[in-house]
């Protein structure tokens, strides 16, 4: 799950343009919690990492809808799809939208 290279970041309505929010995303992603100094909050956990693939990708995925909430509110975690192939690499969607009212689009 923290190979951000598998992951594919999907705008629900089509209209999610800004690459502002894409990079966010995979940084969200890539950082651990605790690690950065002055956010340790900042990051994913990956407590789930260990877990069966389908499971994983459910605490994947509401771990991020909860940081994506506090440091990057103007958009929702709709759905995160995993999709593992015969070589046990996972491929993600990640799919996401705009918050109801938000003029912050880029």
């Known amino acids: 799950m923290r190979e951000t290279d598998s992951i594919e970041i999907v705008p629900v ?3 999610l343009s800004a690459e502002r929010v894409n990079t966010q995303l995979r940084s969200l992603i890539a950082a651990r919690e605790r690690t950065i100094p002055g956010s340790r909050g900042f990051g ?4 789930y990492l260990d877990m069966p693939i389908y499971e994983a990708a459910n ?8 940081k994506a909430d506090i440091f990057i509110p103007d958009i929702d975690i709709a759905e995160v799809r995993a999709k593992p192939d015969i070589n046990g690499l996972v491929s993600t969607q990640i799919f996401v939208e705009w918050r109801d009212g938000d003029d912050s689009r880029d």
């Open 13 to 15: 309505d089509g209209d």
């Open 59 to 66: 605490e994947f995925g509401v771990e991020l809808e909860e």
């Open 44 to 47: 994913l956990s990956g407590d």
